[in-house]
């Protein structure tokens, strides 16, 4: 009796974990935001721009650069950290763009 009331609870969470998967939307449904921690018209900014518009070609969804500079980056880490945890909203480091650049 507890191995077929176990294989129904089993099977009750694979039909409900189904029809969440079914129910998402297809990423990305909007716009995405990219904050880069470093002033516009810099060398950051500038590759980040060139890098989303390559982006938002390839995903058919607008990106969005939005510059927040100041404290180190902390101000745009800040901003990526309070934003909803739904991958919308990215964050850039000068760091990955450099890794970018040299294996390109």
Partial sequence: MK???????TLALRAQSTG???AQDT???RPIKVIVPYPAGGVVDLQSRAMTQELSAELGQAVVVE????ANG???AEAVA???????TLLV???Y????????
């Fill in 67 to 70: 510059s927040r500079p100041g």
């Fill in 97 to 104: 763009l450099r890794q970018m650049l040299m294996a390109g």
């Fill in 82 to 88: 309070r934003a909803p945890a739904d991958g919308y």
């Fill in 74 to 76: 902390n101000i745009a």
């Fill in 27 to 29: 990423y990305p449904s």
């Fill in 3 to 9: 191995r077929r009331t176990l294989n129904m609870a």
């Fill in 20 to 22: 969440l998967a079914i």
């Fill in 93 to 95: 480091s000068a760091p």
